[in-house]
């Protein structure tokens, strides 16, 4: 009787080493690329990615930059008013003394990042004053009728409260009557 022999099929698995790999079946590139194959770009293509692996791994490496930042804050200074008088009643006796005590204070809060302080603007708004006397601050301070600039110097960045009281000198000609307030007040930061 005569037997025949029918050779064993060709493996696509590559040396024994490689049968341990957990996923060798997935691996493709460990395929035997020396066996013939009906598609030579496959191969290319396989040989082609291992190479670029290779290359990629090899030229991998950390990189660092550094850069520097700058920032510059500009002053700012904002007024905050708590209570102000709307208006200005003058009196006969008030215009026979020429003068106006305000019993209401003018009160606010200042704020600034300045290290340096605030410049406080007083502004005449209504030609009823002949000049102004300021009340409150580290002294009286005298304006005169188109009104001017309190300088309040400090060390550092902060808030400040204040309670201004205000002698307005009364414009010659003005008749008794109500008024509106004729001052506004605006800050601004010491640079």
Known sequence: ???????????????????????????PIFWDLSKSSHNQGLNTARIALIVAASVTAAGARDVHSNFSVSVTVR??????????????????????????????????????????????EVL????????????????????????GTIVQRWQKPQAVNLSLKFRFALAPGLAAGNYPWPVRLAVRPLD
Do not use: H
């Open 75 to 120: 002053p700012v200074a904002n007024i905050e008013f708590q209570s102000a008088p709307t208006g200005v009643e003058i009196s006969a006796a008030d215009l026979r003394r020429g003068y106006i005590d305000i019993l209401q204070p003018t009160q606010f809060t200042v704020r600034s990042n300045s290290p340096n302080g605030f410049a406080l």
């Open 1 to 27: 009787m005569i037997e025949k022999v029918t050779p064993p099929l060709p493996r696509r698995v590559g040396p024994q080493s490689l049968r341990r790999l957990k996923y060798r079946r997935f691996l």
């Open 124 to 147: 005449t708004v209504a030609p009823m004053l002949s000049s102004m006397v300021v009340e409150g601050l580290d002294s009286d301070q005298a304006l005169g009728k188109d009104g």
